[in-house]
């Protein structure tokens, strides 16, 4: 029988590449992560990794195996927590992700009503931009994931329970003595000309799109996903940008003029989770004061 100890550790192994390395990320010993694999190999029957020089290599059969650990590791935490919420254990434990934007604006309010009405339930918070968090989500690696996406690509996230939140426009920046600035809306074409600064890398292939489907391609001189910092370059003067309305929101926006543009651009924001962990009491209670939190 495969136990879910021994596949925490076939994954530790696989992601790190040796067993000290694994042992250290578990908090355990290296000998004890070597006999907990010589366990898995016994009851799956046959060799699951192979070392190479200083590193372990996963054999076909370990590979088939790592694959499906996510999910029937993901399968006994929800088991776990419903079968706890069941027996009157007023506890649970969530692994949020979140793209900074969110971070900063929709979380911390989600959380403190989370608190508020379940003060016995632990929430931990990275931050991942998508498709990073999403991948995390699937891998096993968090509970729920809030991710963004512009348009609708077909069977994206068929897979995952999928809990709109909001829509989120983008809108031009351009520092405060550009001829642009103050004005009642303008067209990207207009920015043509200019040098642009660049966000995350989903927002900066959004952003291409837009400009070539408007008849040119913007010259992006600076490209950072720090929001604050292409704040910054814009205020300095060096170039013109278009950020999330949520993004904008959250950071100080000294020598910088909000500007909407044309046509308009909005990305979805999500909540995600796997189907098993949306049955998980604390997770459907984190899923539900985000969207409390996004409709006000």
Known sequence: MIEARHLRVLRAVAATGSFSAAARELGCTQPAVSQQMKALEASSG??????????????????????????????????????????????????????????????????????????????????????????????????????????AATGEWDDLVVRPLLTDRMVGLVPEGHRFAGAGAIGVADLAGESWIAGCPRCRRQLVEVCESAGFTPRIDFATDDYPAVIGLVGAGLGVAVLPELAIGTVRRRGTSVVPVEPAVQREIVALTLPDLARVPAVAATLDRL????AR
Do not use: Q
């Open 291 to 294: 969207a409390g939190v996004a």
């Open 46 to 151: 046959t060799t699951l990794l192979v070392r190479t020089g200083r590193e372990m290599r996963l054999t076909e059969a370990g590979d088939a195996l790592v694959r499906h650990a996510a999910g029937i590791l993901a399968g006994l935490t929800a088991a776990e927590e419903e079968v706890a919420a069941i027996a009157g254990l007023r506890s649970g434990r969530v692994r949020l992700v979140s793209f900074p934007s969110g971070s900063s604006t929709l979380v911390p309010a989600a959380l403190a009503a989370l608190r508020a009405a379940h003060p016995g339930t632990r929430v931990s918070l990275v931050e991942a931009e998508p498709p990073r968090s999403v991948d995390m989500l699937r891998e096993g690696d968090c509970d729920v994931a809030l991710a963004f996406r512009y348009g």
